[in-house]
């Protein structure tokens, strides 16, 4: 079957760096997203890798290895604007997005 | 501003009543979606549409249905409701020539479902 799997809550502190984990199992792959969702609000977009490696965007980043199944958000220099829930998401063989229930990152002063 | 518009914002709707949820997007964009995201979960797919006139079932299609009849509009009808289509649905839509499969996200439909 088709999973995607990433922590369902992390904490990290103002001003510092934190890494949201996650890994995948699909049938066929077009892609891997990022979206961030604050509470009661839309997911908007943040990233999209397709080739292995490293994208990075202002103060977020995100990583690819296909090989692994596996890709991370990175987010740098925490604001408290940060707090939401992060959501990852692979393309299937179909081209239709298989999405992970995602990760509540809280920000702490 | 151009984006998607979902009506109605909330509903409490009873259980056995019919209610469609409305959906449309100014981007012209060619693909459009309905998901539901409950609690836990992650966004599942409920019906999808590539283009005008054509729709697809998602990976939870029953107790609903949608038409495409034309490029901005994407109602999604629930025949019947039951309790457990209490849920937030969210429309979307994409321009699937551009590369990337990115989607844009309507604000959501908070239904109750008693």
């Known amino acids: 079957g088709q999973n995607i799997d990433q922590p369902t809550e992390m904490t990290a502190t103002e001003g510092a760096i934190v890494q949201i984990n996650c890994t995948y199992q699909?049938?066929?792959?077009?892609?891997l997203f990022w979206y961030q969702q604050h509470a009661g609000e839309a997911p908007t977009f943040l990233s999209y890798n397709v080739l292995d490696g490293l994208e990075e965007k202002g103060r977020f980043s995100s990583f690819l290895s296909r090989s692994k199944g596996y890709s991370y958000l990175l987010l740098k220099e925490l604001q408290m604007k940060d707090s939401a829930s992060y959501l990852c998401?692979?393309?299937?063989?179909?081209?239709?997005?298989?999405w992970g229930a995602g990760t509540k990152l809280i920000i702490k002063p | 501003i151009a984006g998607i518009t979902q009506a109605p914002t909330s509903q409490i709707l009873a259980a056995g009543r019919r209610m469609t949820l409305r959906c449309t997007q100014d981007m012209r964009h060619n693909a459009m979606y309905w998901y539901r995201q409950d609690l836990g979960l992650g966004l599942r797919l409920i019906h999808y549409?590539?283009?005008?006139?054509?729709?697809g079932k998602g990976e939870v299609p029953d107790g609903y249905s949608v038409s495409r009849a034309n490029t901005d509009d994407f109602p999604l009808t629930l025949a019947s409701a039951v309790p457990s289509q209490t849920s937030v649905y969210f429309c979307?839509?994409?321009?699937?020539?551009?590369?990337?499969?990115?989607?844009?996200f309507g604000a959501g439909s908070r239904l109750t479902v008693l």
């Open positions: 549409s590539n283009t005008a006139g054509t729709t």
């Open positions: 998401a692979v393309g299937d063989s179909n081209y239709q997005l298989i």
């Open positions: 699909t049938s066929g792959f077009n892609g």
């Open positions: 979307a839509s994409s321009d699937t020539d551009s590369g990337a499969n990115v989607l844009t």
